[in-house]
């Protein structure tokens, strides 16, 4: 007899409380309150997932120079930050379904520590490449694990809001990533980049530590389930909404399976999706990893002028987190009493049979339109060398506008996979890291062939064809989706 049994403990498999008559029936245990320090504490950590690239971007010609080697050289240490961020998720977001959120967050931000603080030591190209690439594959799954805790503690009906709290943390790096970047490397020297990433992380590891209790529903349910001893808090009672001792989770993880994350690519309706988003993500990255070279060239900005100029597109994206979260949960709600069906925060609802492509993507078209005029103006306005005002207010309305585009498909994706939302993040930042790495790598030769302005209405195009993608799951989406379950 196990020792959780011999003191009459009462133990629980198949912890999820959509299937098990003893769980109490609402969604989630967690208050308010502890949902929100737990969503930001996740965003805190996603943060850096973000962070690492663009407090990145003004030191690219700091690090040419330092370095002594060419641009492209540095580029290519984007390019394989990427195609890292790429692989590492498919590892992270199944094992954080399975094994549980608390043991993935412990692993990665330790090994984010020690990574940022090798960069800051190393003094060679060589090791900054290798580096950069431990550096990725440490952080940039917590993004998907993020979304995962969201949908381990929010109903369908709540769930915008969490979401638009995480994409606050995340589009807060456009903005002040650079800010950073460029003013420590103007001060200081590139070093002291990854100096304060180290530190920053650190602080995030410590509080996870002791303040973020396990919200997976495989293992906790809705959290009324106590977890094993090597998940709890160290501290008793801290978010803890167990009833004593008596229901132990008896957790028997299988191993992570790294296809997880591609299996989920061959649902048509996750396809279509994921493969908008990813060309969507092609747009994002190559603004933001161009912006400084062609500010630099074009107004003659120095390091620290050229961290400034990424401010508009990520207080932008700032400014839509404010009210994206009450759009989409405006939307969901107006879609359910449509139908005639009540919209339950508590308890939750059944998505399965709810033509939830509709709900969230009724709300997706203008601020697409938005963005793509933006993209392409953007181009011409630095083609023409107009004055630096028009560039940066155009960013602005860009970054507001991809950013709910962003958020809306985030909620989307959570809601199709509802059971597995980690693993489905993961399978999108498979495409869109692998979309991206390759646009980038070939960035600069594309400007150089083509011009800026054709370049920037070419990434136009890209997002009517994204417009036209998002349709198609808005049209057929719900019946593909079902087409799968009903196969399973």
Request: proline share 4%.
């Amino acid at each position: 007899m196990s020792d959780i049994e011999s003191k009459g403990e009462k133990t629980v498999s198949g912890a999820d409380p959509e299937v098990s008559s003893e769980t109490p029936r609402s969604y989630s245990a967690f208050t308010t309150t502890e949902k929100w320090c737990v969503v930001a504490m996740v965003a805190y950590a996603a943060w850096f997932s973000t962070l690492s690239s663009f407090i990145y971007f003004p030191a690219v010609h700091l690090l040419s120079e330092e370095l002594s080697v060419s641009v492209d050289k540095i580029n290519l240490t984007i390019t394989s930050y990427l195609a890292v961020a790429t692989i590492a998720p498919t590892l992270v977001g199944d094992a954080a379904d399975v094994l549980g959120r608390r043991p993935v967050y412990m692993v990665t931000l330790s090994l984010y520590v020690v990574a940022n603080i090798a960069i800051a030591l190393s003094r060679s190209y060589s090791a900054l490449l290798g580096l950069r690439v431990l550096q990725a594959l440490a952080i940039s799954g917590t993004f998907s694990v993020a979304y995962g805790v969201i949908t381990d503690i929010s109903s369908p009906a709540e769930r915008g809001s969490f979401v638009s709290a995480v994409a606050f943390a995340v589009t807060i790096a456009p903005s002040l990533g650079p800010i950073l970047g460029g003013g420590l490397s103007y001060a200081a020297g590139w070093a002291w980049i990854f100096w304060f990433l180290s530190i920053a992380a650190g602080l995030c590891l410590i509080a996870m530590i002791f303040l973020l209790p396990e919200t997976s529903r495989n293992i906790v349910g809705n959290g009324s389930i106590m977890p094993p001893k090597h998940l709890r808090l160290p501290i008793p009672n801290i978010m803890r909404h167990c009833k004593g001792d008596d229901r132990v989770a008896q957790h028997k993880p299988r191993l992570p399976n790294p296809l997880m994350s591609l299996t989920i690519l061959i649902r048509k309706d996750n396809a279509v999706i994921i493969l908008g988003c990813g060309l969507l993500y092609v747009v994002y990255t190559c603004i933001n990893a161009s912006l400084s070279v062609l500010f630099i060239d074009i107004y003659d900005l120095n390091q620290w002028q050229a961290g400034l100029i990424y401010l508009p597109f990520g207080f932008g994206g700032m400014v839509s987190t404010f009210f994206s979260g009450s759009l989409l949960n405006k939307a969901y709600r107006q879609a359910r009493v449509k139908r005639g069906l009540s919209t339950d925060k508590v308890v939750g609802d059944d998505l399965d049979d709810f033509p939830i492509e509709k709900a969230r993507l009724n709300v997706i078209w203008i601020p697409m339109v938005i963005t793509t005029c933006s993209v392409v103006a953007f181009g011409w306005v630095l083609h023409y060398h107009q004055h630096i005002a028009i560039p940066l207010s155009l960013q602005f309305i860009a970054g507001l506008c991809m950013q709910l585009d962003f958020s809306i498909y985030n909620t989307l994706l959570m809601d199709k996979n509802h059971r597995t939302p980690a693993a489905a993040q993961a399978s999108t930042n498979v495409v869109r890291c692998t979309l991206a790495a390759i646009a980038v790598s070939f960035l600069q030769d594309i400007i150089d062939g083509w011009g800026i302005g054709w370049t920037f209405t070419f990434m136009g195009g890209l997002c009517l064809i994204v417009i036209g993608i998002f349709l198609v799951d808005y049209k057929r989406g719900m019946r593909w989706r079902q087409n799968s379950v009903a196969t399973i």
